[in-house]
């Protein structure tokens, strides 16, 4: 049982609590005064327009939009990875068409050219059936200054005998500031004593020659004579250019 025994001064009697139940009621006090804070808090809220119910409402209305727009954002994702796939795809594809018309245009043009050469033994266009040279080039050597030339001589269909005689060519250029001719037996060329190369063929002939010029010479220019016993003799001249590796 509680001890409430007091002292009695005078008319008064003062009378004592046990020191847990001060405890008790300061700690129900200050609860009570919290309590009425917080009430106070939220009706002050609650008149100035703030429901709780509908700050939770409307953080799950948030988070469901969260949700459609991380799906929406995730679909985007995937839509533009197969969009990026496809442009892979499509830019391949027109590559690959672009490298097969690449391909048959050179071998149309190299069509082309072999009906022009062989079109020049069985009908040459100026309807003479001597011997003729029917293309030059020059390419270049595994190295600086070296250079493969190709020359291919033809003769029409319309001669009976074989034909046979000798080229000769020059390099035609500039050294030192002046001007200079360097015959083939100089530049490296597989050539006779007197500089020239033979030849015999019945309709054409490829003449191959791997040469290699001077560092200080300029080329400019490419003479080819071609001398046979019973034709008359055949001179051109070709400007000096290098064809492109292919």
């Known amino acids: 049982m509680a001890d409430t025994s007091g002292m009695r001064t005078g008319q008064f009697v003062i009378r004592t609590r046990p020191q847990w139940q001060r405890r008790l009621l300061l700690v129900s006090g200050a609860l009570a005064a919290l309590l009425l804070l917080y009430v106070a808090y939220e009706t002050g ?16 209305e948030l988070t469901s ?3 459609t727009l991380r799906e929406a954002n995730e679909k985007l994702k995937t839509e533009l990875a197969a969009a990026e796939l496809a442009r892979n795809v ?5 590559a690959e068409v672009e490298k097969s ?11 082309r050219e072999e009906l022009t050469f062989y079109r020049g033994i069985v009908a040459p266009e100026d309807g003479i059936g001597g011997l003729r040279v029917q293309g030059f080039q020059v390419s270049a050597g595994g190295a600086e200054n070296h250079y493969h030339l ?3 001589l033809l003769q029409s269909m319309r001669q009976d005998t074989a034909a046979s005689g000798v080229v000769s060519i020059a ?8 001007a200079e001719v360097l015959p083939l037996s100089q530049i490296g060329g597989e050539t006779r004593a007197d500089g020239s190369v033979e030849f015999k063929f019945r309709y054409f002939q490829e003449i191959d020659q791997d040469i290699v ?3 200080d010479f300029e080329p400019r220019a490419v003479t080819v004579e071609v001398r046979s016993g019973r ?3 055949v001179k051109e001249s070709y400007p000096w250019q290098v064809q492109a590796q292919s």
């Open 171 to 178: 390099i035609e250029g500039v050294r030192n500031n002046a």
């Open 45 to 60: 809220r609650f008149q100035g327009g703030y429901s709780k119910f509908a700050e939770i409402q409307r953080r799950r």
């Open 90 to 94: 499509e830019k391949q594809a027109y």
């Open 65 to 67: 939009q969260m949700e």
């Open 150 to 152: 190709q020359l291919v």
């Open 213 to 215: 010029l001077p560092p």
């Open 101 to 111: 018309l690449s391909g048959l245009q050179s071998q149309v043009l190299k069509h």
């Open 231 to 233: 034709l008359a003799p």
